[in-house]
């Protein structure tokens, strides 16, 4: 049932009379009576029937008009709901990356719960590939992902990103190791013959070694993958190679981050989001959010 007929039956039901409804709605009496007509044949019955020189509404006619107030009043409500300007509601689904989730989705989470109570979050851990594909397949509204200057991910039309943050990172590196800052080629160079750690779940900062490694004249021996950061910095801390790490953050006693330079490797975090759900409230509403405190 197409609403513009609902509504026509309505003011019928109200004015009883084609003209009158043909006034209101600005149009001929002629499109009043043949939309009502289709509409009588979507339903499979009479909505109305003559009264001397007007029509009145047959009891269907006149059951379907109650129906139709109902209807219109639910379709007013989620175009209000739903609308650019409407108070967020809902439940979003965020996958992203566990860096993200910790440090700056879930203070935001924690005061949504104060300033906008009816928003709920569902939380899913995902590295960028994967947040992407759930992404896809409408099983997430809004992925945190991210990349590396010297590994740039690749740009998909369907998909709108928003840029959150950057984040210098170094070579982790055993505590007494003799390395310090300096160009990244001539730091990797001094670990050409190390055992090397990337990560288990995306490629982005193996593609970033691999570079490196090249303008420092080697291959670098990558013989273990670990997910978590604080399992990177166990292996280094056991002896078991070196590995990217994020400048800033805290680090285990028995490991040290040396910074890079020339080319710098920059992390750099995103909001994804399809473009048909952009002006959604909730997750307009998040996507500020981290965008204001990106640092």
């Not at 009043?32 to 109305?48: C, H, N, P, Y």
């Not at 890079?260 to 048909?276: E, F, I, S």
């Amino acid at each position: 049932m197409e609403t513009r007929r609902l509504h026509l039956l309505v003011e019928l039901s109200r004015l009883g009379s084609m003209r009158a409804v043909a006034d209101v709605v600005g149009a001929t009496t002629s499109t009043v009576s043949q939309q009502i007509a289709a509409l009588a044949r979507e339903m499979g019955t009479a909505l109305i029937e003559p009264d001397g020189r007007r029509v009145r509404l047959t009891p269907a006619g006149r059951r379907l008009a109650e129906h139709a107030v109902t209807i219109l009043a639910e379709v007013e409500a989620a175009h209000l709901d739903l609308g650019p300007g409407a108070e967020p509601n809902g439940t979003l689904r965020i996958a992203g990356f566990a860096t993200a989730i910790r440090a700056h989705l879930l203070p935001i989470v924690a005061g949504l719960a104060v300033s906008h109570p009816r928003v709920s979050v569902l939380i899913r851990e995902h590295e960028p590939a994967e947040a992407l594909a759930l992404l896809a397949t409408d099983e997430a509204d809004l992925a945190l992902t991210y990349d590396y200057t010297l590994a740039p991910a690749a740009t998909d039309p369907t998909v709108h990103t928003t840029p959150l943050w950057t984040a210098r990172w170094g070579l982790g590196i055993p505590a007494q190791a003799d390395a310090g800052p300096g160009p990244a080629s001539e730091v990797f160079a001094r670990f050409a013959g190390q055992d090397w750690i990337v990560n288990s779940r995306n490629t982005a900062d193996e593609t970033v070694v691999r570079a490196l490694g090249s303008m420092a004249g080697f291959t670098p021996r990558v013989t273990h993958r670990a997910d978590s950061l604080d399992l990177v910095q166990d292996m280094i801390t056991a002896g078991l190679g070196v590995g990217l790490l994020p400048l800033g953050s805290a680090t285990h006693p028995g490991v040290r981050t040396v910074p890079l330079t020339a080319p710098d490797v920059v992390l750099r975090a995103y909001a994804a989001a399809r473009h048909g759900r952009l002006n959604w409230p909730p997750l307009t509403l998040v996507t500020t959010l981290l965008t204001r405190q990106a640092p």
